[in-house]
């Protein structure tokens, strides 16, 4: 499996930005895919997660604000986050794995075993 991100970019505070994460080789039958966001000296957190049964799941801080989404057809997952706020910024990752049970996807990075290289979202006050 290949992820690869891009969207991230530079906005000011309550503004809005799309980051996508387009798949290759992703053969699993069944599977979850998370975004997670990491600042310097931080660990990595989940901010939402989403499944092949099109189950969701949403960190506090993003839940109301951000949308997680996959296009099948062009195996494409999508973030859509808006309202921006500062504590937003960091380097947000796409990851994948193979789902092998029935639980709600998760956000923890343990659990995933694809990782793309980050796109960076700063935002300003």
């Known amino acids: 499996v290949q992820l690869v991100e891009s969207g991230g970019e530079s906005v000011q505070a309550g503004g809005t930005l799309v980051l996508s994460c387009a798949a290759s080789?992703?053969?699993?039958?069944?599977?979850?895919m998370a975004w997670f966001r990491q600042v310097a000296g931080k660990t990595r957190e989940g901010v939402a997660a989403?499944?092949?049964?099109?189950?969701?799941n949403y960190a506090d801080s993003a839940r109301d604000r951000f949308t997680i989404s996959r296009d099948i057809g062009d195996d494409t997952m999508y973030l859509q986050m808006n309202n921006l706020k500062p504590d937003d910024t960091g380097m947000y990752y796409c990851?994948?794995?193979?789902?092998?049970?029935?639980?709600?996807?998760?956000?923890?990075?343990?659990?995933?075993?694809?990782w793309g290289q980050g796109t960076q979202v700063s935002v300003s006050s």
């Open positions: 989403l499944d092949s049964d099109g189950s969701k």
């Open positions: 080789r992703f053969t699993y039958p069944k599977w979850n």
């Open positions: 990851a994948a794995t193979e789902a092998t049970n029935d639980l709600a996807p998760s956000l923890d990075q343990y659990d995933y075993s694809d």
